[in-house]
């Protein structure tokens, strides 16, 4: 079976950094290139952040705008985890954060196919 | 960025019904369009790509059409374990990729 499980998730006050862990096991996680989406009370779901296969330097991330400049994507293939820093946390960061794992189709990512139950982020003062 | 969008806002279906639910794209994404699941507090569970694939497992009471703008989620025969909200999201232009707000299939 596969098990994605988030970690991390805290109250914080605007302007706070926290750091969320994916922790990965039931794949081959360093094959997978890996996402954020997050979900805030009583909207729907937001990609936030992209991660490519490698853990090292050469890496392809990519943020949604709102983020760029305040979140980084890092992952550890020997510890199958992937982690979101996220620094100068505003209000409108308050939700619940996924991780998810990518379909590659033909080299495509084409959904996102196993995910986690998510940890709750609040920012508030 | 494409945008996603997603009708109705809430479906009202009874056990046994069928449900047809919409997706339009702000541009053309050709098949390049996913379908979730997603109940409160649990995960979101992928069940089609290619805009009309099923993933292994899903039952085939689930169907996706469509292409371009226009795709259609179809449930047919609605079983208790089928209600929940149900996002499209495409992945042909990225980033990002973008999700609608989501259809929400409740009793009726």
């Known amino acids: 079976d596969v098990h994605l499980v988030e970690s991390g998730g805290d109250l914080v006050q605007p302007g706070g950094s926290l750091r969320l862990s994916c922790a990965v096991s039931?794949?081959?996680?360093?094959?997978?290139?890996m996402m954020w989406v997050r979900q805030a009370p009583g909207k729907g779901l937001e990609w936030i952040s992209f991660?490519?296969?490698?853990?090292?330097?050469?890496?392809?991330?990519y943020y949604r705008d709102s983020v760029q400049g305040r979140f980084t994507i890092s992952r550890d293939n020997a510890k199958n985890s992937l982690y979101l820093q996220m620094d100068s946390l505003t209000v409108e960061d308050t939700g619940i954060y996924y991780c998810?794992?990518?379909?590659?189709?033909?080299?495509?990512?084409?959904?996102?196919?196993?995910w986690g139950q998510g940890t709750r982020v609040t920012v508030s003062s | 960025e494409v945008i996603m969008a997603q009708s109705p806002v809430t479906l009202s279906v009874s056990p046994g019904e069928s449900a047809t639910l919409s997706c339009r794209a702000s541009?053309?994404?050709?098949?390049?369009l996913a379908w979730y699941q997603h109940k409160p507090g649990q995960a979101p569970r992928l069940l089609i790509y290619?805009?009309?694939t099923r993933i292994t497992g899903v039952p085939d009471r689930f169907s996706g059409s469509g292409s371009g703008t226009e795709f259609t989620l179809t449930i047919s025969s609605l079983q208790s374990e089928d209600f929940g909200i149900y996002y499209c999201?495409?992945?042909?232009?990225?980033?990002?990729?973008?999700f609608g707000l989501g259809t929400t299939v409740e009793v009726k």
């Open positions: 541009q053309n994404i050709g098949y390049g």
């Open positions: 039931g794949i081959t996680f360093s094959t997978y290139e």
């Open positions: 991660i490519s296969y490698s853990d090292r330097s050469d890496s392809t991330v």
């Open positions: 999201q495409q992945y042909f232009d990225w980033p990002p990729w973008t």
């Open positions: 998810a794992s990518t379909l590659t189709i033909f080299g495509v990512v084409s959904g996102f196919d196993h």
């Open positions: 290619g805009a009309s």
